[in-house]
């Protein structure tokens, strides 16, 4: 009887084991599958267009576009997650202003939002591309706003267009020695730009550098052996198109085009989707994750994601399509 007993512990023990180790890996059924409708926690697709994600804290934070079923902008909402599997609706990060006066008033475009967090003031602040309402795209700025807590609401802070600059598309980067830097497209689109920002990250310097004149949007920009790498779509509206990647030793360039980086089905429309941000994978040494925006502009907030892997076994950088995936896919 005891060892009846003691095979059944021992078998119990055996399985919750086997269960840890593959909650760790993320083989509980759990996978990536590009553009699906992916539900969060609460069985809601989530409505989270043109984001970035945080990583702060041992927690994900997922920032982007809250959308309607046509064209206008909800503000910005943020999701959390601590596995990239499993997303919490944490609500409006930062809503449209009721103050008909104010640069975010109800009707204006908020866009691209992406959030870092400051050491030195203990503040998360976040960039998006701003168009006031009433004016299109004419307006072309950028709107910074700042919270003490990840999860918001943040305050609106300002806008501005950097020096002077339109800006349109961007995306933002902290670098090693902690520098932040905002990329964005200026000129109609026709240039793009990098500007580093103040030391607590609510405004830019003039430290404001020219990268390329070629038509380009969607900047996402990651660093890997020491060389800065920028993926960027073409300027077609909503439709896809062709993703370029560049190389720079310098975050401020000189950058070299390197071609497509995508392949696989559709890969000379991007997989039908538009590059938004490149997230570097925690825990896991060398690993990024492409993010794109299916663009559905009949019904933006039906609108869907593709996340794949960066694949970095060839010389130049590369995204493969792969219908599904799992996180264990990074060794």
Known sequence: MKKQYYRYQLTALFVLLISGVLRSFGQ??????????????????????????????????????????KTSSGGVAVYSSTNLYDWKNEGIALSPSNDPESDITLGCIMERP???????????????????????????????AVSEKPTGPFRFVSSFRPNGNMSRDMN???DDDGSAYHIYSSDENMDLRIVK????????????TFLFRRQREAPALFKYKNKYYLIT?????????????????????????????????????????????VLPVQGKKDAFIFMADIWRPKNLQDSRYIWL???????????????EWELNWFK
């Open 28 to 69: 509980e059924g759990k996978v990536i599958t590009s553009g699906a409708i992916w539900p969060d926690t609460d069985g809601q697709h989530i409505n989270a267009h043109g984001g970035g994600i945080l990583f702060h804290e041992g927690t994900y934070y997922w920032y982007g576009e809250k959308r309607g079923d």
């Open 114 to 144: 992406k959030v870092i967090y400051n050491s030195k003031t203990d503040k998360y602040v976040m960039w998006f591309h701003l168009e006031l309402k009433g004016q299109g795209y004419a307006a072309a700025r950028a709107g910074v």
């Open 172 to 174: 933002l980067y902290v």
């Open 197 to 208: 920002l103040s030391d607590d990250f609510l405004s830019a310097t003039t430290d404001d």
């Open 233 to 277: 779509s073409g300027c077609t509206g909503w439709a896809p198109n062709q993703a370029s990647i560049h190389v720079a030793d310098q975050i401020r360039g000189p950058y070299t085009l390197l071609g497509d980086p995508m392949r696989g089905p559709d890969a000379e429309k991007t997989f039908g989707g538009q590059s938004t941000y």
């Open 309 to 323: 892997p960066v694949r970095l076994d060839a010389e130049v950088p590369y995204i493969e399509w792969m219908d």
